[in-house]
């Protein structure tokens, strides 16, 4: 059984899409990379459990496109 929750729990995710397109408007590649550590880290912190983090990270490393090259960039 799935620990990792993926159903959308946003009253509106378009919004919350907008929040994390907008937090990287105006900052460079490197700079952009760092803000989603940063982001990453603390949201992983906030979930405090290793065998969900573990199941998103899969998830995430299986829906990569092969032209990603690994960035997840398109």
Avoid at 8 to 28: I, N, T
Avoid at 39 to 67: F, W
Wanted: a negative charge.
């Amino acid at each position: 059984m799935s620990a990792l929750d993926t159903t959308s729990r946003f009253p509106d995710p378009d919004r919350a899409y907008r929040l994390l397109v907008e937090a990287h408007r105006g900052l460079d590649d490197a700079t952009s990379a760092a803000l989603d550590t940063r982001l990453v880290l603390i949201l992983a912190n906030h979930i405090g459990d290793e065998r969900v983090l573990a199941e998103a990270i899969a998830l995430a490393k299986e829906t990569l496109a092969p032209s990603d090259g690994g960035t997840g960039q398109g």
